[in-house]
């Protein structure tokens, strides 16, 4: 058997795997890297590698391994898997046939990443394969999107220039576009199949993340609290509305982990989405309420799917979204961490003490559904081939900021366009 590739793009032929490529080629010549693309249609796949060709004028580009691989081809996915040690995995969603990618990668001892959302199939893997994966020697890293990588390793960031201790975080996710009058979709209609499952099987994710959470971590003081009703913040116009998904739940997690592993205080975290004026708020509240009028009966569920258009306001809808739509959106990511300026208060430690001292950090860039997550996806595999002394020192399956926390993914997302800054810090009067 010939030498194995560095990584493996599987899902070459979807919208972020199409941006991925382009990543991946880039940082396969700055790292010296080798690779290899994959995905269930031939004809697809060279096509992407034609049109990748045209863009660098690279003939090379020709000889790039291409491996044929489907989900639901248990055997195809063996192989695949055994050709390279970094499997890189845009394909989704993942919660009804994503394990046998795991799987797989378990079997063929090769280090796995993916861009999944999706709760249930993120917690039900760091449940299930823990130790599979532990044995194996590999490591496993969930949630590589632009949203988890932001969100996780922005608290990390915040944690490590504050001078002192982080008691609470709340985060402000802001989007839009450059060209408003641009027309169609902004996401595909996979996101809102994935959006309508999980609130499906928010039983199962109940039960999951009471396995998942330990009951015993400290209780921090002063408590942060939930703002359930919609609000005007002053870190943005407009109104914010409580954030749920598995970003809070991705942050937890390795808060958790810094907490039970290196014996530091966790940070409390809360997530709030921007509104930008009063109007979209209720809009939102007119179709959340059809949404979840509908969602209980098959016939209701059957017309969210067909007219994801119509209940989103043109956000998700049944064709592709244009190049141009997908160019002209951003992000912008606000932090606002309270805590204690140069006190470290220990893990366990009861401090009542009010606290003094502020920070603000705001991540954004461009293209975020798409090419930002393809960014971050691929930097995800490439740390796991050439920074494996950076990661933790089990192998094992863990969230973003446990695993790239000590590497060096925020300075090369920053190089690339995903800044990360410090806004400003501030004093809290008591």
């Known amino acids: 058997m010939s030498e194995k590739l560095d990584l493996i793009l599987f899902g070459v032929t979807g919208l972020v795997g199409r941006y991925g490529v382009r990543h991946l080629y880039k940082l396969s010549k700055e790292k010296n890297l080798t690779f290899g693309v994959a995905g269930r249609n031939e004809q697809k796949i060279k096509n992407v590698l034609v049109k990748l060709e045209e863009e660098t004028g690279d003939k090379s580009i020709a000889k790039i391994p291409i491996i044929l691989a489907d989900m639901s081809d248990e055997q195809s996915i063996k192989q695949m898997t055994s050709r390279c040690k970094v499997l890189i995995q845009s394909c989704g969603p993942l919660r009804q046939l994503g394990e046998v990618v795991v799987k797989a990668c378990i079997e063929s001892r090769t280090h796995y990443v993916d861009v999944s959302a999706e709760e249930n199939f993120i917690d039900k893997v760091a449940l ?45 996710l802001k989007m839009d576009t450059d060209d408003p009058t641009l027309t169609g979709p902004s996401y595909n209609v996979s996101t809102w199949k994935s959006t309508i499952d999980l609130m499906l099987n928010k039983r199962e994710l109940k039960a999951l993340q009471a396995r998942i959470f330990n009951k015993n971590m400290p209780k921090l003081k002063p408590a942060l609290g939930t703002k359930h009703l919609p609000f005007k913040p002053y870190v943005e116009d407009g109104w914010s509305i409580l954030l749920t998904g598995s970003d809070r739940s991705v942050m937890m997690r390795t808060q958790q982990y810094l907490y039970e592993e290196k014996n530091k205080r966790p940070v409390q975290v809360q997530t709030y989405y921007m509104l930008k004026a009063l109007w979209y708020l ?149």
Not at 144 to 170: H, M, P, W
């Open 128 to 172: 299930e394969y823990q130790e599979q994966a532990k044995k194996a020697g590999i490591y496993m890293v969930g949630s590589c999107g632009i949203d988890c990588i932001a969100y996780d390793l922005g608290v990390l960031y915040i944690q490590k220039k504050f001078r002192g201790t982080v008691n609470s975080v709340e985060t402000y």
């Open 282 to 430: 209720i809009f939102f509240v007119i179709f959340g309420l059809m949404f979840a009028f509908l969602l209980p009966f098959k016939l209701g569920r059957k017309i969210l799917l067909r007219y994801p258009a119509f209940f989103t306001g043109g956000v998700f809808g049944n064709e592709e979204p244009s190049q141009a739509m997908c160019e002209n959106a951003w992000f912008r990511l606000t932090f606002v961490a309270k805590g204690w300026k140069d006190k470290i208060v220990g893990p366990d430690e009861k401090f009542n003490e009010k606290p003094n001292h502020g920070m603000m950090l705001q991540v954004k860039g461009k293209n975020p559904g798409y090419g930002g997550t393809a960014l971050c996806l691929v930097l995800a595999g490439v740390m796991i081939a050439t920074q494996a002394d950076k990661l933790p020192s089990k192998p094992g399956v863990y969230t973003p900021g446990i695993a790239f926390g000590e590497t060096t993914i925020v300075e090369d997302l920053h190089e690339r366009g995903l800044s990360f800054d410090v806004l400003n810090e501030f004093a809290i009067s008591s």
